[in-house]
């Protein structure tokens, strides 16, 4: 068999081949934390995908499935070597397209991209320097980077193909497709009085709202808190309130984690149970009564928007808490001195 074609060892590469390994080893790892991230929070990331606009609802989910394991079909062949110049090659384009999509999450006043799923709230301004950063140390890999030594020549496909139908899987694994088959829940406008009770109250429902059920120990409901976030600052004229059976303990772990700009109602565990069977659950009220419900999932911003025949607002909602402050809330419309920190924040335990 003919080798010639075979990736050698390299010889020498001074300092210039070092800083290739360690900048390959640094995309690696932001590649494969950005798999992962969108891994464990699956639904919402698709719920990501779709609002942006611009597939067709059955592509969306395809696309986002190829998204995550190229992703992670890069990130191996970066770390472990094999192929790592190629990676780094394809990385530089899709490192520019996701610096594309930060640009028009900046235009809508997206607070977060959902480029690390809901594990980790970045800014699109944060992202867009970040993914720069990804284009720079690429470029390094592509310049400087040596052939990595490899005992057969299928060992490179074998690890780029490989991790990337690994990573298929494991998101696929997730539970990406939410069951929306009709569930609802039988709940009125004069269930919902009792928020009067809770913890803000609630005086009176308002008559176009959107209504959060969630647990702040449920990692099902933190998937949608980033997608509520998006209603909240996207819909014009509908007010966004979450409702919560969680302790203040608990609630506040959930708040540094999302930081939302939303109301959040609180209350006791007997009377939430009785309201709503399973969660997340939401509830859509329109023209003062109830319009909509769903049992164990959150619809997407857009699909109460276009529904319903509501209008996208240009720039989010400032909170009341925050009218005061000289930053911008969650991060969006940051200043250059805040591009890098501030916004940040990690999933509380």
Request: overall charge negative; aromatic content about 8%.
């Amino acid at each position: 068999m003919n080798t010639t074609s075979q990736e050698r060892p390299a010889t020498g590469g001074g300092a210039g081949s070092g800083l290739a390994v360690v900048a390959a080893m640094v995309v690696g790892a932001v590649l494969l934390f950005s798999a992962f991230t969108k891994m464990i929070s699956a639904p919402a990331f698709v719920s990501t995908v779709e609002d942006y606009q611009f597939l067709a609802p059955s592509l969306v989910l395809p696309a986002a499935t190829l998204l995550i394991g190229i992703e992670f079909g890069l990130a191996l062949m970066l770390i472990l070597g094999p192929g790592r110049r190629l990676a780094a090659g394809i990385t530089v384009p899709l490192a520019a397209v996701f610096m594309v999509f930060n640009v028009i999450a900046i235009q809508r006043g997206m607070a977060d991209c959902g480029c690390f799923g809901e594990v980790i709230k970045v800014a699109p301004e944060q992202e867009l320097v970040l993914n720069a950063v990804m284009v720079v140390l690429a470029g390094v890999v592509l310049r400087f980077g040596r052939p990595f030594a490899t005992p057969h020549p299928m060992v490179t496909p074998t690890v780029g193909w490989g991790g990337t139908l690994l990573g298929v899987g494991l998101f696929l694994l997730g539970g990406p497709v939410v069951s929306n088959s009709g569930e609802s829940m039988d709940v009125t406008t004069d269930d919902l009085q009792v928020l009067a009770d809770a913890s803000p109250p609630l005086a009176e429902i308002p008559d176009d709202a959107f209504f959060y059920f969630f647990s702040a120990d449920c990692d099902h409901c933190w998937a949608y808190a980033g997608a509520v976030q998006l209603m909240h600052d996207r819909v014009e004229g509908l007010e966004v309130h979450a409702v919560t059976n969680s302790d203040p303990m608990s609630l506040e772990a959930f708040e540094d984690a999302f930081l939302p700009t939303y109301p959040i109602h609180r209350l006791d565990p007997a009377t939430f149970d009785a309201m709503v069977p399973t969660y997340p659950s939401a509830v859509f009220v329109q023209a003062g009564g109830v319009s909509q419900t769903w049992a164990g999932w959150v619809p997407s911003h857009r699909q109460i928007a276009e529904s319903a025949g509501y209008f996208y607002r240009e720039t989010p909602p400032v909170a009341a808490d925050d009218a005061v402050d000289e930053g911008p809330a969650n991060g969006s419309g940051a200043s250059a001195a805040d591009l890098l920190g501030g916004t940040l924040s990690g999933r509380g335990q």
